[in-house]
Nanobody, 121 residues
């Protein structure tokens, strides 16, 4: 059974940091492009960041310079280090896996259940 389980979300003040994790099982994690996607209340999903199986990283302009994506293939785990958080970063954050790259979210193969991140004073 394929599973992607996110953790690490919570409530943080503006300017604070959080580290999200996504534990994967049931598929060959190292062969997939892994992404983070977020969805704010009342809005559609927004792609945040991706990392390919060679370690190449990609970021949305809205998070570039503040967020860092990484992966540990030995632990089948994806990470998202989020610094200098802003209220507009408030959303449910999902990890996702794709064999076809990160550009088309409709082609992602697997999705996690999401973890809530709330940035508020």
């Amino acid at each position: 059974e394929v599973q992607l389980v996110e953790s690490g979300g919570g409530l943080v003040q503006p300017g604070g940091s959080l580290r999200l994790s996504c534990a994967a099982s049931g598929f060959t994690f190292g062969s997939y492009v892994m992404s983070w996607v977020r969805q704010a209340p009342g809005k559609g999903p927004e792609w945040v960041s991706a990392i390919n199986n060679g370690g190449g990283t990609y970021y949305a302009d809205s998070v570039k310079g503040r967020f860092t994506i990484s992966r540990d293939n030995a632990k089948n785990t994806l990470y998202l280090q989020m610094n200098s958080l802003k209220p507009e970063d408030t959303a449910v954050y999902y990890c996702a896996a794709s064999m076809l790259g990160y550009l088309n979210m409709a082609q992602y193969d697997y999705w996690g259940q999401g973890t809530q991140v709330t940035v508020s004073s």
